[in-house]
């Protein structure tokens, strides 16, 4: 059995919020394996859903770009040492110039990315630039371009979380401002609420069988007959969905509403079909 340190009973409670020895008991069964012993503690209804370990400490900026046509997109981070330089507009401009070269070729990997140019300087020497002129290690951390249809982007507090959000229209064109207007609104939504998947269709399937077992544990703990267990589990993972799945989450600037009524009322509005078909979030240091 591995051996339980007081640091790992920390980073579980950290992660759960449960108890000292909740946490150490749970850890002794899952036989020093964190995420199991998060599920244990979930299942016995000591902690909600897992959040991430290890958060990192990593400073920099992430960026956002949509292009002019409104079609496509780019998300990045770039990392630095210092909250103060991430915070800088020198470095930021370095982060917005390297995202245009992403877009600009459609360059969703790191190492390709470095190797484009704009103008006659290619990305790498761009970042060497950076390093020269703000005085710290910077390091381009991720990219990830989104195409097709419509995009819409937000930037959370200066540059900590950056998102985009994928649409497909019908009778209404990427560019119009109302339409702007909505998808920023549920850019923003993804940023503050973090779901896990545009729609239920989009939770990946080992995602949804994993939240059904422990939802199946934890009625089981119940001890009503099984048909009540089901109905309950069931329940659970509806509940899942609501609270996961971005078109049925409450709206955040609306909680009267879910995102996919809202999203239906400003496609009535514009005389056309919206359809939310994809996002990517980004949080600093992730």
Known sequence: MAAITAAMVKELREITGAGMMECKKALNEADGNMEAAVDVLRTRGLAAAAKKAGRATNEGTVAALVAEDGTAGVVLELNCETDFVGMNEKFKAYADRIAGVALANS????????????????????????????????????????????????????????????????????????????????????AAISPVAANRDAVPAD???????????????????????????EGRLEKFYKENCLTEQDYVKNPEQTIAQYTAEVAKQLGGSIKVVDFVRFALGE
């Open 107 to 190: 360059c969703s990997d790191v190492e390709a990315l470095k190797e484009l140019k704009d103008g006659d300087e290619v990305v790498a020497d761009i970042i060497t630039d950076a390093v020269h002129v703000l005085g710290e290690n910077t390091n381009l951390a991720r990219v990830q371009v989104l195409a097709g249809g419509a995009v819409c982007s937000y930037i959370h507090m200066g540059g900590k979380i950056g998102v985009l959000v994928g649409f497909e229209l019908e009778g209404i064109e990427p560019t119009n401002a109302d339409f702007v207007a909505y998808g920023r609104n549920v850019a923003m939504q993804v």
């Open 207 to 233: 995602v949804v069988e994993h939240e059904r077992a422990i939802y199946i544990a934890q009625a089981a703990e119940s001890g009503k007959p099984e048909a009540i267990q089901q109905k309950m589990a």
